[in-house]
């Protein structure tokens, strides 16, 4: 059985659910529920919390709201596409996401969520890896000597399954990069969260927390306990690999995120005690 205790968890609040509110309200509502570690949107789409576009000035304000509000940033949710096929546009994002890097590090953050791109899931060619490789190599160095971490989140495309998200993985040399694993990702798109979990284990070093289930003949998110996914056993294969990181509590739909949060931070709670 996992050796582990909710004392030993470090749990976390994901930026995405609260992104219709100003940072300090979501630090406020994020504390009131004891998480005292955060996600700070960095987003094009979302300009109450931070653009890709800010400047230092903007990232020490949010920085003196943690402060004072009594949380602490701990990743950054960001956004790039390592897909581009023009030279100067990939180029553009590698300076991106360097620069999600030194925002990090402004913040006292440990992680920086980012993507693969928008590239389709089928038929992809090996100068499309080749080109992911190059990226994340050239960002991970860079992290790497600011000692920050990325992670790659699950989200369909390019790393709709394990199989394909290990792929990137093993041409990714520098030891900065891992997987933010989203279970709930992996099942929207049809994929045993299990199963994908185990393709992708040695690289996981954040991960977020939310449920599925079957509405109107689809598929919606829904909080953490509330869906159909399985949870026990992925609990326990994440545990038993003596994995370290966050556990982002991520509930998505902004009318009630307080009480979705909240749920599934208990139920999440709960669950890992079951399980150790």
């Known amino acids: 059985m996992s050796n582990t205790n909710n004392n030993q968890v470090k749990f976390a609040c994901a930026a995405w659910g609260y992104r219709e509110l100003e940072i300090p309200q979501y630090f406020r509502l994020a504390a009131n529920l004891g998480i005292e570690s955060v996600e700070v949107n960095v987003d094009p789409t979302t300009p109450k919390h931070l653009l890709d576009s800010c400047s230092d000035e903007e990232v020490d304000r949010v920085a003196s709201w943690a402060e004072e509000i009594g949380v602490r940033v701990v990743c950054i949710a960001a956004n790039n596409d390592f897909t581009l096929m023009d030279k100067s546009d990939l180029s553009e994002q590698i300076q991106k996401v360097q620069r999600f890097v030194d925002i990090a590090k402004r913040l006292k953050a440990e992680v920086v969520r980012i993507f693969t791109g928008d590239s389709v899931s089928e038929n992809i060619s090996s100068e499309v890896f080749n080109r992911l490789h190059y990226a994340f190599n050239l960002v991970g160095d860079y992290a790497q000597e600011h000692g920050i971490k990325l992670a790659i989140e699950n989200h369909g495309g390019l790393t709709v399954n394990g199989q394909q998200t290990a792929k990137i993985m093993e041409g990714i040399k520098s030891p900065a990069v891992g997987v933010n694993f989203d279970p709930a990702n992996f099942l929207k798109e049809g994929v045993d969260p299990l199963m994908a979990l185990r393709y992708i284990l040695p690289w996981v070093n954040y991960s977020h927390w939310k449920d599925v289930r079957w509405s109107n003949g689809g598929t919606e998110y829904c909080a953490f306990g509330e869906g159909e996914i399985v949870w026990k056993p992925i609990l326990k294969e994440l545990l038993d690999s003596g994995?370290?990181?966050?556990?982002?509590?991520?509930?998505?739909?902004?009318?009630?995120?307080?009480?979705?949060?909240?749920?599934?931070?208990?139920?999440?709670?709960?669950?890992l005690q079951e399980v150790s």
């Open 243 to 271: 994995y370290q990181g966050y556990w982002t509590i991520e509930y998505e739909t902004v009318e009630d995120v307080q009480r979705g949060t909240g749920d599934s931070l208990v139920c999440l709670r709960r669950m």
